[in-house]
């Protein structure tokens, strides 16, 4: 019995998340529902005294783990979080789940960094892998001899892109037996089997109260060069599935920053496009749901949403079973919250009163016009879609 109780304290090695589609840090999967991402203090202080309106639009916060930076023989670097070394109540609670954390996808196919690498490379030959305006349909690890795949769920190479990023410039800076905090925060496209993905960075104002002036004035010029100026919201990553060739299409934050509004109304309409159709069953769901955000918003004075970002989800297989049953959705159907999802996600540079890591906030006063004007642009170009304009 003490070896069975043991065992989910096992270390964990960390992979990218496959289905990062946009941000700087890299985030790593945990196991099947938890993924993880280096602390940041402000971020932590917001998730633990998150209002409980906001709940719902947000990841569920699991805790803090340990990690560490192994090397292997060959030089290859990993990540190992070792729960027992996190906070005592966070790798309780992820236990109580049940199974061993560890047991992950990529652990099964027991794929080593390297390799994940080369196949990204090999699958583009030639191409700067992050410059998506290429197009490239993505790059699928799992083909069988005869090319086939036996699951089509190819990976979008952003987050692969920061993993190795992170990778190196903590391997520059730190030994190996140094311990990073890592937060533990829910999977939210884990229920997905092909999820289609929308980052959007919401907001006309990016940079932090404790930006330098060099920052600040940096993401001035992006905001002002961008959709966030004119919209309040310009896309910053996307993945959506394409039934015509079972691939994902991948946009990055640099197609993002280039859209002018239409191409931004474009870009959001080719995110509900499968290949084949429109998928005007979204629309409402999606709507309903921003609205309701759009309320919770309202409702928090105080509070400032600097560079966090609004993932827009829906499964990208779910059209094929409603065309098996030759029924359309029943309108009921359209206010369930799974089909699609609404999430507010990065609050490293999230400012409210009374918060923990920054007890002195530049005092805002009301809601976070910024954000709300984004979520109401963004109501109205979905509504226009709607109505077939």
């Known amino acids: 019995?003490?070896?069975?109780?043991?065992?989910?304290?096992?270390?964990?090695?960390?992979?990218?998340?496959?289905?990062?589609?946009?941000?700087?840090?890299?985030?790593?999967?945990?196991?099947?529902?938890?993924?993880?991402?280096?602390?940041?203090?402000?971020?932590?202080?917001?998730?633990?005294?998150?209002?409980?309106?906001?709940?719902?639009?947000?990841?569920?916060y699991k805790g803090i783990v340990s990690v560490h930076l192994k090397k292997d023989s060959l030089g290859n670097l990993t990540l190992i979080a070792s729960p027992g070394l996190g906070q005592p109540d966070s790798c309780g609670r992820l236990d109580s789940a049940g199974g061993d954390p560890a047991v992950t996808l990529w652990h099964k196919c027991k794929w080593s960094h390297s390799q994940?690498?080369?196949?990204?490379?090999?699958?583009?030959?030639?191409?700067?892998?992050?410059?998506?305006?290429?197009?490239?349909?993505?790059?699928?690890?799992?083909?069988?001899?005869?090319?086939?795949?036996?699951?089509?769920?190819?990976?979008?190479?952003w987050g692969l892109h920061c993993h190795r990023q992170h990778l190196n410039r903590m391997s520059s800076k730190h030994n190996e037996n140094k311990l990073h905090q890592f937060l533990l925060l829910e999977n939210v496209v884990s229920k997905y089997s092909y999820p289609c993905i929308l980052d959007l960075k919401m907001g006309t104002r990016q940079h932090g109260d404790d930006a330098s002036e060099e920052k600040k004035a940096r993401h001035i010029k992006k905001c002002e060069q961008s959709t966030s100026a004119s919209l309040g919201v310009r896309i910053c990553g996307m993945q959506v599935y394409q039934a015509d060739t079972g691939h994902f299409l991948c946009k990055d934050k640099y197609y993002g920053r280039k859209l002018s509004p239409e191409g931004f109304r474009q870009t959001l309409r080719q995110f509900l496009c499968n290949g084949n159709q429109l998928r005007t069953d979204l629309l409402e769901p999606i709507i309903l749901r921003l609205k309701a955000l759009l309320a919770v918003i309202r409702k928090q004075s105080s509070y400032r949403f600097y560079s966090s970002s609004l993932l827009i989800i829906y499964d990208g297989q779910e059209h094929k079973e409603s065309a098996d049953q030759h029924l359309p959705f029943p309108k009921t159907h359209g206010t369930n919250p799974s089909r699609v999802d609404v999430r507010m996600i990065d609050f490293a540079h999230t400012t409210f009163k009374g918060s923990k890591s920054n007890p002195n906030p530049t005092p805002h006063d009301g809601p976070d016009h910024g954000y709300i004007f984004g979520l109401e642009n963004l109501i109205k170009i979905l509504q226009s879609l709607l109505e077939g304009k």
Do not use: W
């Open 1 to 60: 019995m003490v070896g069975q109780s043991a065992e989910p304290r096992a270390a964990v090695l960390l992979q990218p998340f496959v289905h990062q589609v946009g941000g700087h840090t890299s985030m790593l999967t945990y196991d099947e529902h938890t993924i993880c991402k280096p602390l940041v203090s402000q971020e932590l202080s917001f998730y633990e005294s998150l209002p409980l309106a906001m709940r719902q639009f947000t990841p569920q």
């Open 116 to 157: 994940v690498s080369k196949s990204f490379k090999d699958s583009c030959p030639g191409k700067m892998l992050l410059r998506t305006d290429l197009q490239y349909h993505t790059d699928s690890l799992l083909e069988d001899a005869n090319g086939k795949q036996p699951e089509r769920k190819s990976y979008n190479p």
